[in-house]
């Protein structure tokens, strides 16, 4: 086994690297992403929520309609779940996009 020298770098060690600063088309381009898979996980949840409502549970075993009844609650709301934090990031990058373009708009004045 060999020693590594001073000269290669550790691939265990950290490396402070500079952050990336947003630009407005950054966030308008994020925005736009996040906006269109928050719009699919909408028509998602849409479609397993219709789904759901039209294919009721048959069975006389209570204990089968209560674990398909929280089964349906817990998918329908994983897809909404995930509808929300797609549509609050669209939302958040929009407004941060706005914030940058008055910041930018303030500086020329």
Do not use: W
Not at 7 to 20: A, G, I, M, Y
Not at 26 to 55: P, Q, W
Not at 83 to 100: E, R, V
């Amino acid at each position: 086994m060999t020693n590594p020298t001073p000269t290669q770098p550790n691939p265990l060690s950290v490396t402070h690297e500079e952050p990336v600063q947003p630009t407005l088309m950054r966030c308008f381009m994020g925005s736009l992403i996040s906006g269109g898979f928050a719009y699919a996980c909408m028509m998602l949840t849409s479609a397993i929520a219709s789904t759901f409502a039209n294919k009721p549970i048959h069975s006389d075993n209570p204990i089968a309609v209560n674990i398909s009844a929280a089964v349906r609650t817990l998918v329908t709301g994983v897809s909404t779940l995930a509808t929300f934090i797609f549509a609050f990031a669209a939302l958040g990058l929009f407004c941060l996009g706005l914030q940058l373009l008055f910041q930018k708009i303030t500086k020329k004045a």
